[in-house]
């Protein structure tokens, strides 16, 4: 799986760079940033930054979004306004002192990026989701985000990976625990990359 390193401006679909950015829209960003960064306590758990990162989001960019964890998925910010509609962005969020679990530049084979991957087939396999836009791994100081097109062609279009996902989640596996899928089927499709 190779991948490619993007800042935000050629990241950004250009449509984006020719709308004009309203003041007030920039001044509610500033304003969320700051409350996120100041409320973030670095001695507490992964729930702690959670809720904090929930609220940066909403105050931010998403009050008209339904936004929520769903089901064990950390975070997820919903299509429409309310939390029954289906998840466009899907978000592992880990604390900000949690160096282990987090993806680096050079080596996305880390837990947080399979736990990203089991929340992305638990959407597209079980819940039938085709709406899903991005996938997200933070750690509030650091922020991974995937195109879901890029997960479709490298996960969801690999038969094997789904058969091995159905079958773990039918109990057909070894263990049915989140840890047997975490630690042990992705390295079978994230093959560049060394197991931990």
């Known amino acids: 799986m190779q991948h490619h390193i993007l800042k935000p401006k050629p990241a950004l679909n250009?449509?984006?760079l020719r709308l004009k950015t309203i003041r007030t829209d920039i001044e509610r960003f500033k304003t969320a940033l700051k409350n996120l960064l100041q409320s973030i306590d670095l001695t507490e758990t992964e729930e702690h930054a959670k809720n904090h990162l929930r609220d940066f989001l909403m105050q931010a960019f998403y009050s008209n979004y339904g936004l929520n964890t769903k089901g064990k998925t950390d975070l997820v910010i919903h299509t429409g306004n309310s939390t029954k509609s289906?998840?466009?962005v899907l978000l592992e969020v880990k604390r900000?002192?949690?160096k282990a679990d987090m993806p680096t530049e050079q080596n996305l084979?880390?837990?947080a990026m399979h736990e990203?991957?089991?929340y992305y087939l638990r959407e597209r396999v079980q819940h039938k989701n085709h709406d899903i836009?991005?996938?997200v791994i933070t750690s509030v100081h650091e922020w991974f985000v995937f195109d879901a097109l890029?997960?479709?062609?490298?996960?969801?279009r690999n038969t094997q990976l789904k058969k091995d996902f159905t079958d773990w989640s039918e109990g057909r596996k070894a263990s049915?625990?989140?840890?047997f899928f975490t630690k042990r089927l992705p390295h079978l499709y994230l093959p560049n990359y060394p197991k931990l």
Do not use: M, V
């Open 176 to 179: 049915t625990g989140t840890d």
């Open 96 to 98: 900000p002192t949690n």
């Open 150 to 156: 890029e997960f479709d062609r490298l996960f969801y």
């Open 86 to 88: 289906n998840a466009g």
């Open 109 to 111: 084979n880390y837990k």
């Open 116 to 118: 990203l991957l089991l």
């Open 133 to 135: 836009k991005h996938l």
């Open 14 to 16: 250009k449509a984006y």
